[in-house]
Nanobody, 122 residues
Framework: QLQLVESGGGLVQSGGSLTLSCVAS????????IGWFRQAPGKGREAVSCITTGNASTNYLDSVRGRFTGSRDNAKNTAYLQMNSLKPEDTAIYLC???????????????WGQGTQVTVSS
């Protein structure tokens, strides 16, 4: 079964940190561009981070640049999103996705996870 499963979400105070994990099964994650997205209540989904294969290129949403870092561990077939200095406005469901393409030119995502809830209290 081809799937992505996120974990690592939770409740954290403003200024705190969380690391989200995205484990792939049924396919090799290092052959894909990894995207992290989030969706807050009443808002549309927004792209948070994009990492091409081999970490050749990374893009970040302006509001998280310098605070969030995407990475991958190919040996574990897992991608990560390290989130530091969290703010209440970062509260959302975070989803990972795997697809083909370059971050700057647009990516077609083939696989999506179910999401993990991140709640930042003030």
């Amino acid at each position: 079964q081809l799937q992505l499963v996120e974990s690592g979400g939770g409740l954290v105070q403003s200024g705190g940190s969380l690391t989200l994990s995205c484990v792939a099964s049924g396919f090799t994650l290092d052959a894909y561009t990894i995207g992290w997205f989030r969706q807050a209540p009443g808002k549309g989904r927004e792209a948070v981070s994009c990492i091409t294969t081999g970490n050749a290129s990374t893009n970040y949403l302006d509001s998280v640049r310098g605070r969030f870092t995407g990475s991958r561990d190919n040996a574990k077939n897992t991608a990560y999103l390290q989130m530091n200095s969290l703010k209440p406005e970062d509260t959302a469901i975070y989803l990972c996705a795997a697809g083909r393409g370059y971050c700057a030119l647009g990516v077609t995502y083939d696989y999506w996870g179910q999401g993990t809830q991140v709640t930042v209290s003030s």
